[in-house]
């Protein structure tokens, strides 16, 4: 995502030059956020086949495309993204704002009634330039992210959430460690040094 500020020729280069770009090509995966999830799933062992899984801020699938490997086909992944997934073997793609009351219609239809084992949210907002602005949109997405895991998780499940640290982020965490049994922070290797993101990854839902 070109943030304000940087020129789109210097974004792009520095885009094609990234080894993650690369290898996410060469490899066949649809973005190199999926080193991001690869690397936490390796090290805390999230996914695994027959579960249920939703992924919000999908596009343009590299998340969804390596959950629904893992799951398999006893397995089901919905996929939810404001911009058009191309459709992935194995995953129900949707498309919508999830801030809009449509968009948890389409997914409980999706889901048609049943909890999930696991929620991750890579959902990020157009980034501005302004600090500030970016981590309070990123904070309202989490949030967002937050509210239908607590609806839609079963008990036991996991939440995987990107979240940008600043102001209520330790606000957010506190909240989560009242409803999970464990939280704790990742940073994966892919995720850029200067970025403020980090992933949460909340486990075992307590209803
Ligand atoms: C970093 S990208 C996700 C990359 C994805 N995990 C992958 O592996 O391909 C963040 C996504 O969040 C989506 N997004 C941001 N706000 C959203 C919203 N309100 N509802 C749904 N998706 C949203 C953006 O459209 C964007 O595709």
Redo the contacts with the bound molecule.
């Keep these: 995502?070109p943030k304000r500020g940087k020129s789109s020729a210097s974004w792009l280069r520095e885009h094609f030059s990234d080894p993650y770009v690369q290898r996410a090509k060469a490899e066949g995966?649809?973005?190199?956020?999926?080193f991001?999830?690869q690397e936490i799933d390796e090290r805390d062992r999230l996914l695994r086949p027959g579960l249920k899984v939703v992924?919000?801020?999908?596009?343009?699938?590299?998340?969804?495309?390596?959950a629904a490997r893992k799951v398999g086909s006893q397995g089901r992944v919905v996929a939810?993204?404001?911009?058009p997934i191309t459709p992935l073997p194995g995953v129900v793609c949707l498309q919508?704002?999830?801030?809009?009351r449509e968009?948890l219609d389409a997914m409980s239809e999706a889901l048609a009634g049943q909890r999930v084992d696991l929620v991750?949210s890579?959902?990020?907002?157009?980034t501005s330039g302004v600090e500030a602005v970016d981590q309070i949109r990123s904070l309202a997405?989490a949030e967002?992210a937050e509210s239908f895991a607590v609806d839609a998780l079963q008990p036991g499940g996991d939440f995987l959430v990107?979240l940008f640290q600043g102001p209520g982020f330790d606000d957010f965490v506190r909240r989560m460690r009242e409803r999970f049994g464990k939280v704790v922070v990742r940073k994966p290797k892919a995720s850029r040094d200067r970025s403020p993101e980090v992933y949460l990854l909340a486990r075992n839902y307590a209803l």
């Design positions: 995502m995966w649809r973005s190199r956020a999926v991001k999830l992924d919000l801020g999908a596009a343009p699938g590299g998340w969804s495309q390596y939810f993204d404001l911009l919508g704002d999830f801030r809009e968009a991750l890579d959902m990020a907002p157009n997405l967002t990107k």
